[in-house]
């Protein structure tokens, strides 16, 4: 039977001899600065530094501190005090800055107790982990996202009283095709052309493998880069898979380096879901599977789509919480304008080997037993990776643990099918509002082995409906003056 996960300080401490590996390298690598960096709960990289000739075992010890009230979901200004214990097994050395640097994921802690926050999203997906061993279903996971981006040459937005308005130009936007002025030499992709065509129709290779080779310099592995449908610059890069909190973390260097390679090149990338009318959004589609240590679970001979009751009933759960795991997956109002009935979008709850409009999808590259896997096709680049884990690997224990099972697989062109069966297939919620009103709802899941806390949820919601929801709903939109200014 599963039990409640209670880590202490003592138990993800770094280890002497990872403490001195990491001074070591500082010293090989003439490493001046070290960087500091830690996650805010909407799942931004937040950071300080200090001089690499300051660090010592003591340091990497007994923390760093920082004033947690300044930090987006974190601590009232009257219990501000809070810590930084590094990680050293997360030490890589920045290849997008010109100082040689050295960064530093962190957890967070109380000073005071020196117990873990309970707000850090890196400690929830570690209790996410440790609460799976308990379980008796499985020893670990793996996961693989492969996180969509835009790269532009220009952006600019601004919202006021009087206007409000964004403007993207990208040299590979097939707007620009009458350009006059300068030479304009064509070759762009179309709307939803741009998967994949060679250059020089795709402007960007160079940019995408610069950044694939920053990020293999920073520690993270990768698989592939290419241009995506979107016209403008869609690109993906997919990095090799891995356990839970050690793909959140990677996410977070994949993040950083895109970005920072491109403002090098004097280009800027954004993992904004829908930035673009008219072409495809930007997704995060997470492969996923449960192991018991070196024996994948997930994989059946005589399975539909070679898949096994366990994977049939994991799929169960995430389809069960879709509505609920979106408020965590899909977490911006800009995602539910990528997630729309109708177009190529993963909005069906249901599962399929094929079909890619469903929100669970079988990869079927593969007949390898280790490469079965459960892909989620719903999730975006602007979750916070740790929490949107933990949440789907909860509600795909709970599918285990319940024998939920889901819709009977469609493998069927959807948009072809005009029978009864088309109207049974449920959808997801259409807006953040929805979505967060579901995880209001259904949320009980999260909780067990105190893995998601009560005042984590309630701190998203309370987020979600205040600082994204709410203002976005009091504005006017730009195409409601197209709409209604003659009313």
Not at 91 to 113: H, R
Request: a negative charge.
């Amino acid at each position: 039977m599963a039990t409640t996960v209670r880590p202490t300080a003592s138990t993800r401490k770094s280890t002497s001899t990872d403490v001195q590996r990491v001074l070591e390298l500082i010293r090989e690598k003439k490493i001046q600065v070290v960087d500091v960096k830690f996650c805010d709960l909407p799942g931004t990289w937040q950071h300080f530094s200090i001089p690499a000739s300051t660090l010592d075992e003591a340091m990497i010890r007994e923390g760093l501190g920082f004033d947690g009230s300044s930090i987006r979901g974190f601590q009232a200004i009257n219990e501000s005090d809070m810590l930084l214990l590094p990680d050293v097994s997360t030490a890589f050395v920045d290849p997008v800055l010109s100082v040689p640097t050295l960064s530093l994921t962190c957890d967070i802690y109380d000073p005071l107790t020196l117990e873990p926050y309970s707000r850090d999203p890196r400690f929830i997906a570690f209790k996410a982990e440790e609460y799976l061993k308990t379980t008796g279903i499985a020893t670990s996971s793996c996961w693989g996202p492969e996180a969509e981006f835009f790269i532009f040459n220009s952006v600019r937005f601004d919202q006021n009283a009087h206007e409000g308005y964004y403007h993207i130009d990208s040299e590979e936007g097939v707007w620009n095709s009458g350009r006059n002025g300068t030479a304009n030499l064509g070759h762009r992709p179309r709307h939803k052309e741009g998967y994949f065509p060679v250059p020089p129709m795709d402007r960007l290779q160079d940019v995408r493998s610069k950044i694939m080779l920053a990020l293999i310099e920073a520690g993270v592995p990768v698989e592939v880069q290419h241009h995506e449908v979107g016209t403008a610059g869609q690109a993906e890069i997919d990095i090799r898979y891995g356990t839970l909190v050690q793909t959140a973390d990677r996410l977070l260097v994949y993040k950083y380096i895109v970005k920072n390679v491109c403002h090098n090149l004097g280009l800027t990338a954004t993992f904004m879901p829908k930035p673009l009318f008219g072409d495809n959004g930007s997704g995060m589609h997470v492969h996923q599977s449960l192991w018991k240590g070196d024996q994948p679970l997930f994989y059946d001979e005589n399975g539909y789509a070679l898949i096994s009751e366990t994977a049939r009933h994991y799929i169960g759960g995430l389809i069960a919480h879709a509505p609920a795991l979106l408020a965590l997956c899909a977490p911006t109002t800009n995602s539910y304008r990528r997630l729309v009935p109708g177009f190529e979008a993963p909005v069906n709850l249901m599962y399929s080997a094929r079909n890619r409009s469903a929100i669970c999808r079988i990869p079927m590259y593969s007949s390898n037993p280790k490469a079965k896997r459960v892909e989620f096709r719903a999730p975006d680049p602007t979750a916070n990776p740790y929490l949107a884990f933990a949440a789907m690997l909860m509600a795909g224990l709970d599918g285990i643990k319940r024998k939920l099972e889901p819709p009977t697989p469609i493998d069927e062109d959807l948009y072809e099918i005009h029978d009864e069966r088309k109207a049974l297939i449920k959808q997801v919620p259409g807006s953040l509002a929805e979505s967060v009103l579901a995880l209001e709802n259904d949320h009980q899941f999260l909780l067990e082995g105190d893995v998601f806390t009560p005042d984590v949820l309630e701190t998203w919601i309370n987020m979600k409906r205040s600082k994204d929801i709410a203002p976005v709903n009091l504005r006017p939109h730009p195409f409601e003056f197209f709409l209604y200014y003659d009313a």
